[in-house]
C-alpha cells in the first residue's frame, strides 16, 4: 500500500472529468486524474479513425454492461457500451456535438438549481469550444480547447436525408445548436482535421507536462476514505492487484459516469441505507435518492438496403443526419430526434448485413420511464446492476411508435430515391400499430445517454445540492451526466462537458 496526497482527486477520465482535471491544473493545484481505463493509445486507430467506433464496442476499451432484463422490451438484456479508457465515453462515442435546448436547462433553474439556466449553461457550452464549422456565431465559442467542426465528408445520402426530411414538413435548420433546434441538417461534431477529439485529447493531453498534473490509467478507484465523521479523507485505488491510497487536502471529484459513480458512492457508504445493509457496508450517509432517476434515450430504427455503392468516407462519425419535430405540439421544445446513418445500424452495428445500407433511428427525447443503479455486490469492481426500466412510463412507446413512422416517412421521400433499397428494418409486413409497437419492443436499444443517478436538488432523494456537493458529506462532489435532474433534449457529451466547466468554476468559488 503506497500513499499520496494532492489538493483534488479527480475519479475517472471521460466527458466531465477530464474538463474538471485541466481547469483546476490551469488554476495550481496539485490535482490527480484517475482512470480505470488504459490509455488512449492502446486503442488510437479505432479511436482516432471517427467511422470505426464501433469497432471499439465490447474491447478493452468498454465498459459492456448489461441491463437487467427489460419487461417492456421482450425481456430482454440490453447490451450498454461505456469508454474505459482516458477520455471514457467520449473516447469511443459517434462524436456528435449537440447540446440539447433551453428548456432543458431553465427547467433544471426552475427545480431550484441557482446557476444552471440555459444563459449560465450557455456560457460553459462556449468556454469549452473552438468552433470551426458553420454556424450563428452567437451560439458559439472559438478559441476553448475542445474542436467542434463541421463533417469534412459526408455522404451524399446524409445531404439526401436533409432533403427527404423537408419533404416531410421537417425544414432545413443550418445549425441545431443555434436559436433553434426544431429542422433537420447534418450534426456539429467534436472532430479536429477528420480525427476523433475526445475530452481527452481536448483537455488533458495538451497539459500533460504542467506541474501539479497527475495522471494514473489502470487506476481502478475502490471507494471514497472518510474520517470518523463524515469528511473525506482520499480515495483508495488498485492496479494490478495492489491498493493505493490517495489523500486530498481538498476535495473528490467523482466523474466515473451515470452508472460508476453511484456505485462507488453506494460502495463507501453513501446510499440508500437499507440497501447498503443488505450488502454489510457501513452507512456514512442515508441518501435514498443514490443510483434512482436514471433516465436514457432509446433508439429505434428504420433500415435499408443502399442501391448506390459509396462507402461513408473515414472521417464519417456514422450517425451524420439531424432531425428534430414534434409528435406532440404542446411539448415545450421538439419531443423527436432523428440521426441519419448512411450505412446499416442494427443491434449497435453486431447485426449489419454484408453490402450497404442506411438506417434511420427515431429517438423520443424527454422520455418519462425512470429506473436504477443498484448494487450486485460490495464489490467495486463488480458491475452494478443497471434497470433503465425502458417504456414502464406508456407515453414513451407511444411517441417511438410514431417517431417510426416518421422515419419511415423520410426514408420513402422522394429525395432517397437515389439511394433506397429494399425495406430491412421494421420490413413491408409491419404496417399496424401493434406491429410497429412489437419491432420498438423487440429491436430498439440505449442511445448511449444514461443520466440523472445522482440528481442534484434539494429535496431528501437529491443527491447533490446545485454545487453539486454530495449531501450528507463534506468534500465529496459529483461532475458527469449522473448530477442531471432531466436528460437533456439530444446527445449528451457536450452537456457532460459543460457539467465539468460548471463544477471546475464551483471548486474555485
Ligand atoms: C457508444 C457511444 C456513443 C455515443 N455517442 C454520442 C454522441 O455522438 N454525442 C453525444 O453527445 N453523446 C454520445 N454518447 C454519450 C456521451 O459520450 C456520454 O453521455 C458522456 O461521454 C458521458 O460523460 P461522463 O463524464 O458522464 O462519463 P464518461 O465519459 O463515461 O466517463 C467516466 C469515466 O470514469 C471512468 N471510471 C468509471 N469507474 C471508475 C472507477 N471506479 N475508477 C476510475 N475510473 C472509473 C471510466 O472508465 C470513464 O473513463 C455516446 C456514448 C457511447 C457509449
Not at 477529439?197 to 504542467?210: E, N, T
Not at 443491434?347 to 436504477?372: C, K, W
Request: hydrophobic residues 35%; charged residues 30%.
Amino acid at each position: 500500500m503506497s500513499s499520496k496526497a494532492y489538493d483534488h482527486a479527480v475519479v475517472g477520465a471521460g466527458s466531465a472529468g477530464c474538463v474538471v482535471a485541466r481547469r483546476l491544473v490551469e488554476r495550481g493545484n496539485d490535482v490527480i486524474l484517475l482512470e480505470a481505463g488504459a490509455p488512449d493509445e492502446n486503442h488510437e486507430e479505432r479511436i482516432n479513425t471517427p467511422v470505426r467506433f464501433p469497432e471499439l464496442f465490447k474491447s478493452e476499451a468498454d465498459w459492456e454492461y448489461y441491463t437487467e432484463p427489460q419487461p417492456e422490451m421482450n425481456d430482454r438484456r440490453l447490451y450498454h457500451p461505456r469508454g474505459k479508457t482516458l477520455g471514457g465515453s467520449s473516447s469511443l462515442n459517434a462524436m456528435i456535438y449537440n447540446r440539447g435546448v433551453p428548456w432543458d436547462y431553465d427547467n433544471w433553474a426552475s427545480m431550484g438549481n441557482d446557476g444552471w439556466s440555459h444563459d449560465e449553461m450557455l456560457d460553459a457550452f462556449k468556454r469549452s469550444e473552438d468552433f470551426v464549422g458553420s454556424g450563428d456565431e452567437e451560439f458559439h465559442g472559438t478559441g476553448g480547447p475542445l474542436t467542434v467542426d463541421d463533417l469534412s465528408d459526408p455522404h451524399p445520402a446524409s445531404e439526401a436525408f436533409v432533403d427527404a426530411a423537408a419533404e416531410c414538413g421537417i425544414e432545413r435548420n443550418a445549425d441545431i445548436n443555434g436559436r433553434r433546434q426544431t429542422g433537420a441538417g447534418l450534426y456539429h461534431v467534436t472532430q479536429r482535421d477528420g480525427k476523433r477529439c475526445s475530452s481527452a485529447a481536448a483537455f488533458i493531453k495538451p497539459v500533460l507536462d504542467r506541474a501539479g498534473l497527475t495522471v494514473e490509467t489502470r487506476a481502478h478507484v475502490t471507494g471514497i476514505r472518510f474520517d470518523d465523521a463524515t469528511r473525506a479523507e482520499g480515495v483508495d485505488y488498485r492496479r494490478d492487484g495492489e491498493t493505493h491510497e490517495v489523500d486530498v487536502s481538498e476535495e473528490v471529484v467523482l466523474s466515473a459516469g451515470a452508472y460508476d459513480t453511484p456505485q462507488l458512492l453506494m460502495c463507501s457508504g453513501v446510499g440508500p441505507a437499507e440497501h447498503l445493509r443488505d450488502h454489510d457496508i457501513d452507512v456514512v450517509a442515508d441518501r435514498p435518492g443514490v443510483g434512482r432517476n436514471l433516465q436514457d434515450h432509446l433508439f429505434s430504427f428504420v433500415v435499408y438496403d443502399r442501391t448506390d455503392d459509396e462507402p461513408p468516407a473515414p472521417t464519417s462519425n456514422i450517425g451524420e443526419g439531424a432531425g428534430y419535430t414534434y409528435v406532440d405540439d404542446d411539448e415545450p421544445a421538439p419531443d423527436l430526434q432523428f440521426h441519419f446513418c448512411p450505412t446499416y445500424y442494427m443491434n449497435h452495428g453486431f447485426d449489419n448485413p454484408d453490402g450497404l445500407g442506411f438506417s434511420i433511428g427515431a429517438t423520443q427525447v424527454r422520455p418519462e420511464s425512470r429506473g436504477r443503479v443498484e448494487l450486485a455486490s460490495a464489490d467495486p469492481t463488480d458491475d452494478p446492476v443497471v434497470d433503465p426500466r425502458y417504456l414502464s412510463a406508456e407515453p414513451d412507446l407511444e411517441v417511438l411508435r410514431e417517431g417510426v413512422k416518421r422515419a419511415r416517412e423520410i426514408a420513402r421521400a422522394d429525395a432517397l430515391d437515389p439511394y433506397r433499397g429494399a425495406e430491412v428494418w421494421p420490413g413491408e409486413d409491419v404496417e399496424t400499430d401493434a406491429e410497429i409497437e412489437e419491432h420498438v419492443r423487440e429491436t430498439a436499444h440505449t442511445v448511449y445517454h444514461p443520466v440523472g443517478t445522482c440528481r442534484m436538488g434539494n429535496d431528501e432523494s437529491a443527491v447533490v445540492d446545485d454545487r453539486l456537493r454530495v449531501h450528507g458529506v463534506d468534500g465529496v462532489r459529483v461532475a458527469d451526466t449522473s448530477v442531471m435532474p432531466t436528460i437533456p433534449s439530444g446527445n449528451t457529451n457536450a452537456p457532460a462537458i459543460a457539467v465539468g466547466e460548471r463544477a471546475a468554476s464551483l471548486l474555485e468559488a
